[in-house]
């Protein structure tokens, strides 16, 4: 699946994880499992920047009910050919191609769950960069391994399995921790047609909602509807 210029174990971890941005996290640990130690204390640390904020980009706390609705004025950007939503919650800072700096708000978490599959999947994106800016865990320093993986054999992995963000489920939400549902249509390849929903399991760290990259991610699920999902897409 990968061509000859990479090791087997890299062109395992890229194979496995391009189907859709956010399995190239699952991909990363389950194939670096074996090199990594003891866990690093991750536990999430706010940096409070005003009274009505613990953003780092001073983006106002809000609401931590369970989303219902989509995001209020969502705007959608096509990035390589992934819609990427933003608004009045996030982000609010585009560092080298890394989208960052969300709100403390059940909104804020939605926007941040769908845009690290994006951002994951960008062509020449600075894997180190989004990593140090996105990602907290003891599973994080196994992404960093795509930044030494040929751009070439990104684009051509990703290339056969587009997809596109339609849905979402806010499963639990709290200060410091927020269960995401993402749920993708794909447009080509194999699974043409098909929905698969994406877990992302985001922590409050440092002012911002970070992915958290841990040992035993739970698999992409097939959905057959969108019965139970709150419908949103820009594509």
């Known amino acids: 699946m990968a061509r000859s210029n990479g090791s087997p174990r890299r062109a395992t971890l890229i194979a496995s994880a391009l189907v859709v941005g956010v399995i190239i996290v699952a991909g990363a640990v389950l194939t670096g499992r074996a090199l990594l130690g003891d866990e690093t204390d991750t536990s999430p640390t706010a940096r409070p920047t005003s009274a009505d904020s613990s953003s780092k980009c001073d983006l106002p706390d809000g609401d931590l009910e369970k989303l219902t609705e989509p995001p209020a004025d969502v705007e959608w950007e096509l990035i390589n050919t992934y819609a990427l939503p933003s608004g009045a919650a996030g982000p609010a800072e585009e560092t080298a191609g890394v989208h960052h700096c969300y709100g ?5 978490a939605v926007l941040a769950a769908a845009s690290f599959a994006i951002d994951l ?3 020449g994106m600075d894997y ?3 990593v140090d800016l996105r990602v907290a865990g ?3 320093a196994q992404l960093e391994a795509l930044a ?15 997809s596109q963000i339609v849905a979402f489920r806010v499963d639990s939400i709290s200060e410091d921790q927020a269960l995401i549902q993402i749920v993708h249509r794909y447009s080509t390849g194999p699974a043409a047609g098909t929905f698969a929903a994406f877990p992302v399991d985001l ?4 002012g911002d909602w970070k992915y958290y990259a841990a040992e035993g991610l739970t698999a992409p699920v097939p959905v057959a509807n969108l019965t139970s999902f709150v419908e949103w897409s820009g594509a």
């Open 148 to 162: 030494d993986f040929p751009e070439a054999d990104l684009v051509e992995l990703t290339a056969p399995n587009v």
């Open 203 to 206: 922590r409050w760290d440092d």
């Open 138 to 140: 003891p599973g994080a």
């Open 128 to 130: 180190r960069q989004l």
């Open 121 to 123: 999947s960008t062509p």
């Open 104 to 108: 403390r708000s059940s909104e804020g």
